[in-house]
């Protein structure tokens, strides 16, 4: 599925670069024969399994010759004008950096399960019901310091000078919420628009990395080390601060209810997280 939504974009003009990296599945007998039959496609193929699907982003753009990079994730799928559509974005606003759309969440059936509209009208209650442009800095300010506005990579379309901008050695040290850590730095002194049309399908269930380490001292480490990178680019709010603590504290009790890291190695971890978040808001 996630293939056949790639080759089939209604924008064409594509490059094509399939990761594979080191997979123990069917998967290289999938990547050949779409390649044999779609000259767009370039493979590359992990010896070595890195361990971090940020590495394999790096890998990506690195090989990327065009302006612009889509990264399309093994695990998810999009509507096949989703690059027509946010590449329409840039040439009505030639000055932005970043171009995305609405998601919606998907099962292991691929079926809509959720939007995730649901969660972003908590902090805004009709922002992301239209199509619109922002600052950079004021995502940052307002809304990424509570959660991950952007929870899909393979719902955006970026310049491709904008990875530039980031500290991989700092990215390579994420597991799990390297994503959002990705986006604050290319949002610091930038500009997104966004599209409200759900053209991107992201797969929240089943035996994906987000599932595996979401109720974990790890993810509240890595939500706590978000923060603080904004906080070091951009001053927030009080209102937000009260946020951002209570949606930790959300995750918090969350984690705690369904960890099976133990308790005495749960709290150890998760209260040296909650320190480093508080010292960041003060």
Same mark, same amino acid.
């Given at each position: 599925?996630?293939?056949?939504?790639?080759?089939?974009?209604?924008?064409? =003009?594509?490059? *094509?670069?399939?990761? =594979?990296?080191?997979?123990?599945?069917?998967?290289?007998?999938? *990547?050949?024969?779409?390649?044999?039959?779609?000259?767009?496609?370039?493979?590359?193929?992990?010896?070595?399994?890195?361990?971090?699907?940020?590495?394999?982003?790096?890998?990506?753009? =690195? %090989?990327?010759?065009?302006?612009?990079?889509? /990264?399309?994730?093994?695990?998810?799928?999009?509507? /096949?004008?989703?690059?027509?559509?946010?590449?329409?974005?840039?040439?009505?606003?030639?000055?932005?950096? %970043?171009?995305? !759309?609405?998601?919606?969440?998907?099962?292991?059936?691929?079926?809509?399960?959720?939007?995730? /509209?649901?969660?972003?009208?908590?902090?805004?209650?009709? +922002?992301?019901?239209?199509?619109?442009?922002?600052?950079?800095?004021?995502?940052?300010? #307002?809304?990424?310091?509570?959660?991950?506005?952007?929870?899909?990579?393979?719902?955006? +379309?970026?310049?491709?000078?904008?990875?530039?901008?980031?500290?991989?050695?700092?990215?390579? !040290?994420?597991?799990?919420?390297?994503?959002?850590?990705?986006?604050?730095?290319?949002?610091?002194?930038?500009?997104?628009?966004?599209?409200?049309?759900?053209?991107?399908?992201?797969? *929240?269930?089943?035996?994906?990395?987000?599932?595996?380490?979401? #109720?974990?001292?790890?993810?509240?480490?890595?939500?706590?080390?978000?923060?603080?990178?904004? !906080?070091?680019?951009?001053?927030?709010?009080?209102?937000?601060?009260?946020?951002?603590?209570?949606?930790?504290?959300?995750?918090?009790?969350?984690?705690?209810?369904?960890?099976?890291?133990?308790?005495?190695?749960?709290?150890?971890?998760?209260?040296?997280?909650? /320190?480093?978040?508080?010292?960041?808001?003060?």
């Amino acid at each position: 599925m996630r293939i056949d939504s790639v080759v089939n974009q209604t924008y064409g =003009d594509i490059e *094509i670069i399939i990761l =594979d990296d080191c997979s123990t599945d069917n998967s290289s007998e999938i *990547i050949e024969k779409y390649a044999s039959k779609d000259n767009r496609i370039i493979k590359h193929y992990n010896t070595i399994n890195t361990g971090s699907p940020f590495k394999q982003w790096k890998k990506g753009i =690195d %090989l990327a010759k065009g302006e612009f990079i889509w /990264i399309a994730e093994s695990d998810d799928y999009a509507d /096949i004008t989703l690059i027509e559509k946010l590449l329409g974005a840039f040439f009505q606003n030639p000055d932005i950096s %970043l171009a995305y !759309c609405q998601s919606n969440f998907v099962n292991t059936k691929g079926e809509v399960v959720g939007n995730h /509209i649901e969660n972003l009208s908590l902090l805004h209650p009709n +922002l992301w019901q239209s199509d619109f442009c922002m600052d950079g800095n004021e995502v940052l300010a #307002h809304f990424m310091p509570i959660i991950n506005v952007i929870p899909n990579v393979g719902a955006v +379309l970026f310049r491709r000078n904008m990875a530039d901008k980031v500290n991989w050695d700092k990215l390579f !040290c994420f597991r799990l919420g390297g994503d959002r850590y990705f986006w604050i730095e290319v949002l610091y002194n930038s500009k997104l628009c966004f599209t409200a049309e759900p053209l991107n399908y992201f797969r *929240i269930e089943g035996d994906t990395q987000r599932a595996k380490h979401l #109720h974990t001292a790890l993810y509240l480490n890595e939500v706590a080390e978000n923060v603080i990178a904004i !906080c070091k680019r951009v001053g927030l709010s009080r209102k937000v601060k009260h946020q951002v603590f209570r949606q930790w504290l959300h995750y918090f009790r969350k984690a705690k209810r369904y960890t099976n890291e133990g308790n005495l190695r749960f709290y150890y971890r998760s209260s040296f997280a909650f /320190i480093r978040l508080l010292k960041s808001l003060l």
